[in-house]
């Protein structure tokens, strides 16, 4: 729901559980209650993308049979894994920049306890056009914090189960060159391509890759995206890391990033989700200011977490099963 301060307000005060992103000056006048928000000025609303600093989008979660809330620094993010629901769903926010985001980018895919959670997320962000400080708010204390990860647990019915899925418009072309990294990072020098070593910074430049394409890696079938975030002289900066030992390609040129989001999101078909986590690059490349993409209703977010961290997608769970 896109809706005013006012409205969110009586929401909290009546009880109830709410997932909200807003813009910090909107979130500090929340009272306590029971929810939890992060920072972004970018939305799809039921109208479309917008850009407000004066409207929240709020997740209502009315199917919880229970919850509890919690925030975790770069040291312990991990134990997310030990304290969710036997039959739950974790959703969680993190910071943009911050500490423990680099530790879970880094750290998620190798802890694989995450993938038997379903466990959906965003990163928080601020307006791109000025200074701004990516944000989270635990709303049971009223703290916010631009270190720490803060999560919600979600009891579930026992007829019900959380899906997470995904919507990426970008492949590879088999026929490109493999490159590899020798760690997992977040900022580039040297790397491999078909197994000679370069300067990646470098050879972006010799050969006029597009940056707004990002680096693929098909995990069998399975595509995930890692972004370009700066080329400088010699180092390339990546909004999620790369890891070592995969086959990385440049994504395939796509044409109208536009109308390929559109139909991916046609093809995709969700009824209802619960929550939908759509990157700013995606809300840039694809010029999806005003367009509506119903269902997939949300905050617009500076990186989306399904299970792990991911980038120029979008995340969506949908709760799914018998009717009592």
Known sequence: MYISLDETVKMINEGKVLHIAADESLL??????RWIGGTTPYFISE?????????LFVYEIDYAEEISIATYGKY???Q???ECYDNGLTTIIIPYGSAVATKYAKEAPEIEELLMHPTIGWISGFDLAEP???????????????DKAVVMYIKLPENKTAMINMINIFRDDKSDPVIRFNENELEAGRCTVNDKEVCLAEYIKENGIETGMPLVADYNGSYFNTSIKSVDDKTV???APVFKNIDYRFAARVEDYAREFKNKIDEAGAHAPVFSFNCILNYQYGNLNGRKITPYTGPVTFGEIAYQMLNQTLVYCEVV???D
């Not at 500090?28 to 209650?33: E, N």
């Not at 989270?136 to 914090?145: A, E, K």
């Open 80 to 82: 997310i894994v030990e």
């Open 28 to 33: 500090d006048k929340l009272p306590k209650g």
């Open 76 to 78: 312990n993010v991990f």
């Open 321 to 323: 099963g018998q009717d």
């Open 132 to 146: 701004g400080e990516a944000k989270v708010y635990d709303g049971t204390t009223g703290m916010s914090y631009t």
């Open 47 to 55: 109208d479309g993308g917008v850009f407000s600093k004066e409207m």
């Open 237 to 239: 900066g990546f909004y």
